[in-house]
């Protein structure tokens, strides 16, 4: 119609900077607290129930390696493997029921330690299960990839540590746990910060970051001492079939 002006559509307002930096950091705060989020999630869910079912696997290749003469009552020295490979695997009931984690020899971060196969490494210059002296592991608290020390706090005196090898089950006790700084490398001496007989006893040492989250300030030592040994032909030991049946079936 004559005379009528068409409205003039009006153009989108201009973001200015700090909307624009504000918006990003809205975003940048999103995706940090679904990592937060999800992080303990993954490690605390898919990992443990990955570690799980590589147990099973592994606990059945550990039984056909078992040795095929009589156990002689001495409680036999696990064979040290190669440095990266699986040799073992680690029950701790305080840590959940159905907790198991393989152990491999060497603490290279990105050769077992951060590596979701494997978790737990044996520091290669210390002594073997069944051997006198200290048989001692690292593993992660926290972290995108394993955490198997994660519940480290759990741990009460007299609590049992299981470990697996060819030769059969080595039952240990927890008897303490304390906090050093990284460079304090006198706990994985031989027979270390512990009451015993040197020579004699056989300690396990699983060390891990402190504090929990994100942490490396300091570390958590937890100490204990070998109980028992069961020869492989004897099965697992059954008070640790009570809390977790399912390793019969393996």
């Not at 494997?118 to 069944?130: C, L, R, W």
């Not at 304090?184 to 009451?195: A, G, K, Q």
């Amino acid at each position: 119609m004559a005379g009528r002006h068409t409205p003039r559509q009006r153009g989108r307002a201009r973001l200015s900077p700090l909307t624009v930096i504000g918006e990003l950091l809205f975003l940048s705060g999103l995706i940090v607290v679904g990592y937060i989020v999800w992080q303990p999630w993954y490690t605390g869910t898919v990992v443990v129930a990955e570690q799980a079912k590589l147990a099973q696997g592994f606990s059945a290749e550990l039984k056909a390696a078992a040795p095929t003469e009589p156990y002689d009552g001495v409680v036999p020295v696990a064979a040290r493997p190669p440095m990266n490979e699986t040799f073992g695997l680690m029950y701790i009931p305080a840590f959940g029921s159905t907790f198991v984690n393989n152990i491999a020899e060497g603490v290279s971060r990105s050769e077992v330690l951060n590596v979701t196969e494997k978790g737990i490494g044996h520091y290669d210059k210390t002594q073997m299960p069944g051997e006198a002296g200290n048989f001692a592991v690292a593993a992660h608290r926290s972290g995108p990839r394993t955490t198997p020390f994660k519940e480290i706090m759990n741990l009460r005196l007299g609590d049992s540590i299981y470990v697996q090898t060819a030769e059969g089950w080595y039952t240990y006790k927890f008897r303490s746990i304390e906090y050093v700084l990284p460079e304090e490398s006198d706990v994985l001496l031989p027979f270390p910060r512990l009451d015993g007989v040197p020579g004699v006893d056989q300690i396990l040492t699983l060390t891990t970051c402190h504090p929990k989250d994100f942490g490396s300030d300091e570390r958590a030592i937890a100490y204990a001492v070998l109980d028992n040994f069961q020869p492989a032909s004897d099965g697992p030991p059954e008070d640790l079939l009570k809390v977790n049946p399912d390793i019969g079936k393996a």
